[in-house]
Structures are given as structure tokens and as C-alpha cells.
């Protein structure tokens, strides 16, 4: 049974945190609102193209392709140049995505000997886009082509069976929801713990906690206690919302889910723990928190850019970010339905970092105030 | 007019005093910048295969080869089992799986036609996209040349002449990216950082630094000097909109010489298009610091208000991909507008007529703002 002044310092903290209601309600509705913007926000699907046509010289041919285009759900044509020249303008502006441009004699030279000419210039400004839309555009030319040349004699066809594991859809959502957890937890967790615990520090309340009959572990456990309450509640809200409005799968067991989600909170509070307990001040905290935390778990961990997209000297450095071993165990039972039997390697080191942290931070903090 | 250089004066002492705010402010943005653009990308790299070959010819083995070649995939493991393939999906050791059937080469030549299987770990869908574009290129490509060595007869005879390229196809479509052939995420994320950039240095530490003053209880005795509104704000705010050119400036310089990023377009026309945004993003600097009472709320507030612009304004995600009415959010931006203009004129070498539209957007926003702000600003010092 817990003693009765640990209970009671616990029950004094978490009033504390209850009586700020202006932050207890970011602290809530913040969550809320990042699944929200990054739902709907950070969206990378094409679903849209802005297509120019070059056709100096129409014919039947070409026309049937245009309406292709336009009729492919994914194209709009926006505007029809008289030649390649003008394409540069509209580039420039940013009103055109792509351009189709048809040779000269395009629907005399189809089914001739000499194949017909056609050109696609894309705006690869945004290389990820970029070579979506050109697949895109060859994909609507080679159904045409298919068509036309079904009398004649026909190329071999190699068919592409496409099969998008974990996220058939791919929706971009799917991929954040793990991550926007870790960086909730980070933020709630780790960043405001930190702040609560220098505070104390700051103020000088730490002086008086410390000759009280608490034990120096206990008032720690007391003061982020609290916080652990707090941070289950976000990851059930990111959850429920990602859910409902954005329906984001849980494949495996939530039980399982919950459980790493809690074992990541402790992380987090350890970290709260470790930076408090090397800043003297709030502001340095803060300061400390933003980019000893905030920084890696956006950047480093794969929650927004994929890991293998990083330069290769930086891949071993996200080993030792903690959210990158959550993201990828949250990931796993979401989207792809795996158990421990997958995660038990990312589990282990989850647990051992944390055991790290932990030990680390509770020695690093300095019961002696001087 | 002398006041204001007395004041001017006063803040730049201040600034250049604080060796931590300097630092803060010069050398933290090229590191940011180094950082982020190694970081914030999304760039497809070689993605690893687990191939699945049951048909073992010359056919199966070509398409294989050519998805090495290009230099988009690796071959990271082979086997004829699909089950084992899946595992190494499962555990990441794998992004794809490419399972050729049995009989590919003879369905082939028997039918002209044959499938081939590609699974794709589509966790990351964006990634997935362009893989799945890649491999679709790839296999088409193949076919394409399967054409001509694997059917050497009478029926193809016709779509290989000899005379023209063995394209067997009968239409000859070419592919052009422009701006951007290499498809170098470098070229496209720079630009963009370079605005957020600017925009910290704008909002964030011109919010924190009137906020000190507020703090410090300094900002009183200044406000019952005879020194007028308009003048203590314009001491406030010039200080930084001088930093963040000469930030832009060292921006672009790094840009130029680390990231090679080819500038087309004016130089001059940049700066033009930052001297207006840097009046929308100091005005919305100038109203935080109206409505917080301390540092550490100007840096929450800040904090929160620049991560809701810069995920809005297309610096990471296209602005297309958003539903509408997040699209009409965005063009509420001045962010938006700055990163469309830095990447049209950088990348792209827009002229002044192709950007006049953002143009204005930045001039309408800076002014509305910045005078909502020292409106709102007097209000709460009276």
C-alpha cells in the first residue's frame, strides 16, 4: 500500500495541475487538434492536376486522348497553348502542373509505321509529385495506346499486379497517427514534466519538499505521477479522433498498443526527469526541451520523413532517439496487425533506453540544492 | 527622425550585446538550415526488393536486372518462397516484393501477355506512390524491349524498322521534368526552408525581445517617454527586419555554395518579395507580443501559430493534396505565398509578372497586419 504522504503529495500535484485551466486545456485540446491539422494538412496523395495541351494541328486522334485526360478524374485541362514557348509563362506562375504536348501530324502518324509523338513535361519542382503525375500521364497514354493499336500488331504486355500492403488506400494520415502520438507524449509528457519539476527548482518549493518526510525518489514519482494520468488521456483522445473522423486502423491488439503507449510515457517522463534535472531554470528548460526533444522526435524519428530519406551518416543517430523505436512499434500494430513476435526486438530497446534514461536522471538530479 | 536613430540605436546596442541572441539569430539559422534540408525530405531512395523469381529466364531474370540498373532498387534477398518473402516484408527487412510466376517468359511468347506480382510496403504511401511509378516504368520498359528480342517475327517486323529506334510502340512518348530533371529533393526543399528560416528569426525573437521589455517592466518607462507609438514599433521591429535579410542573405549564400541550389530567376526580386513578407511576418510577431505577458508565453504562442502556418503553406506537403477548405486556409498565409515565390523565382526563374499575384498577396497581408497589430499594440500599453 502506498504511504500516506506520498498519496497525499501526489493528490497536492495533481490539484496543481487541475487548477491551471487554461493549460490543462491546451494540454487536452492540443492533441485534438494536431490530428486535425495533420490529417487533413499534411496530405501528399495527387488528386488533382492542372494539365496544359500543346495541339497545333487537332485531329481525331488527339482529341480522343484530351478527353482521356480530362476524363481520367485526375486531370483538368486548364489551358490550350498554341506551342511548347508558351508553357515556360505558365510554368513560371505556378497555373499549370504538367503539359501534353502532341506532334505535329499525331493522328495521321498513329498506326503508321513510324510511331506517333507525344510529350509530357511535368513541373518536377517537388520531385515526390513530380513523378507521380508522369506515371500518371502514362498511365492514361498507354490504356489509349493499348486501344488503338488492339487491331494491328500488338508489343508484348507485361502486367503489373500492384498490391499496397498496410495502407491500400495510401492515405498519408495512417503513416502521421503513430508519430503524432509520440510527439503529444513528448510534449505533454516529457516537456511539461520538466517545466513543473524546475519550477520547483526555480522558486526555491524544492527546498521545502526536500526536508519534508517524502524520500527524494518519491517526490520525483509525485510530481510526474500526475503527468502519466495525463498522458494516457491524450493518447486515448489522438486514438478515438483518429478513429472517427479520419478512420485510421488498429490491426493488432490494442491491449498491446496501450501497453507500448505507456511503457513510451515513462520515456518521456524520463526525459522530463533528466532535463530538469541538468537546467536551472525554466526558460533553459523550455529551451533544453524544444531542441533536445522536440527537434529529434520531429526530425529524427521517421514520424513525418521517412528514416531512409536521410543522408546516411544521420541513420545511425535516430537509433538513439526513443520516439524512433515507438513510432516503429505503433506502427506495426497499427497498420500492419503485428504482435510481439514481430516487436519484440523494438521493444527491448525501448525498455533498455528507458532503463537508461531513468537511471541516468535520477542520479543526475541534485538533492542538495546549492 | 532623430529619435528614431536614438532608439535605433539603443536596440541594436541591445542586440549586439546579448552574444547569445546574436548567436541565436546568425549562426542558428545556417545550422538549421544544414540540418533541415538533410532532415525535412522526403526523398525516395533505393528501395530494397525481395525477389521471388519462379520462373528463372532470360525474361524474369532482364526484368530483375533492369530494376537494378535503374538504380531505384536493390536486391535485398531471393527465394522462391512467397511465405519467407512476407516475413521480410512484415519485419521491415523489405520494402517490396517482386514475384514473377512460373511460365512468365513462355506466357509471354505463347500469349503475348504475361502478370508479374509487385507487393509494396505502403506504410508510407507518399514513398509507395512513387515506387509504384517507378515500377510500373520499369516493367513497361521491359516489355518494351522483350518486344524486340523476344519475338523477332513477321508480326513485330513492322514496329521494328530498322530505320527508327526500337521503340515498338505506336506512340513515342518522351518525358520531361522540368526545373528539376535530376528530381534533386534538395532543389525543392531549400527554398522553402529558407523562409522558415526567416520566419522564426521574424516572429518568434521580435515577439520575445518586445516581450522582455514587458517583462523587465521597461516597456512602462518607454511608453511615458515623449516617444510616440509608431516610433517605439518601427525601433522594435527594423532591428530584425534587417537581421532577417541579412539571414536570407547568408541563407542563400549557403544555399548557393553547400546545396548548389540553381538560382534562375533575380536575386533581386527575392529580396524585393522578403522586404514585403517580412512586414506580415513582424506584424504577426509585433501582435503576439501584445497578447503575452511573458517570454515563455510569446515562445508557446509563437511556437504554435508558426507550426499551423508552415504545415499549411506547402513548405513539406503540396498545397493540392489539402482538401479545399484547407486550401483556402493556406492562401490566408503570407507563408504560402513567400515559399511560391521563392521556389517560382529560385527554381524556376519567374520573372516579376509571373509572381505579381503572391506579390500583392504579401504587400495586402503585411500592411492589414502590421496595422492590426500596432492598432492592437497601443491598445494595450495605454
Redesign the interface.
Known sequence: MMKPSLRGFIVKETRHILRDRQTLLILLLLPLAQVL??G?????????VRLAVVDPVPDAASHELRSRFAGSGVYEIVRNVPTTEALT?L????AI?QAVVFGPDFGSA??R????????????????????M??Y???V??A??RE??AQ?????????????????????V??FIPGLIALVLTLVSALMSAISLSREKERGTMEVLLVSPLRPWQIIVGKVLPYLGLGLINVVTVLLAARIVFDVPIRGSVALLLAECLLFIVTSLALGILIAAITSS??TA?IGS?LALMLPTT??SGM???I????GW?QPVTHTVPAKWFI?IA?GIM??G?GLD?LWLETTILLALTAAILVFAIRAFDYRLG | MRTLRFLLRKEFLQIFRDRTMLRLMIAAPVIQLLVLSNAASFEVREASTYVVDLDNSTASRGLVQRMVASGRFEVADASPSMELADQALLSRDVSIVLRIPPDFERHLTRAGEAPVQVVLDAEDGAGAAVLQSYVRRIIADHARELTTTLRPDRRTAALTDPATPPTASTIDVRTRGWYNDELRYYDYMVPGILVLLVTIVATSIAAMNVVREKEIGTLEQLNVTPVTRAQLIASKLLPFWIIALVDLGIGLLVARLVFDIPMRGSLLLVFFAAVLYLFAALGIGLWISTIAETQQQAMFISFAINMVYLLMSGLFTPIQSMPVWAQAIAELSPVKHFIVIMRAVLVRGADLAAIQAPLIALAAYGAIVLMMAARQYSKTTR
Open positions: 491539422l495533420f487533413y494538412a499534411l496530405r501528399t496523395d495527387i488528386e488533382q509563362d510554368f513560371e506562375q505556378g502542373d498513329l498506326g509505321e513510324k510511331p506517333a509523338e507525344l510529350l509530357i513535361i511535368t513541373d518536377a519542382t517537388d520531385p515526390n509529385s513530380g513523378s507521380t508522369q506515371a500521364a502514362r498511365g497514354v498507354e489509349f495506346e488503338v493499336s494491328g500488331p500488338r508489343p508484348l504486355r507485361i502486367v503489373p499486379e500492384l498490391r499496397m500492403r498496410f495502407n491500400p488506400t495510401l492515405e498519408s495512417n503513416l525554466q526558460r523550455m524544444l526530425l529524427l513525418i520523413f521517412p531512409s530519406s536521410l543522408p544521420l516503429l506502427r497498420l500492419r503485428v514481430y
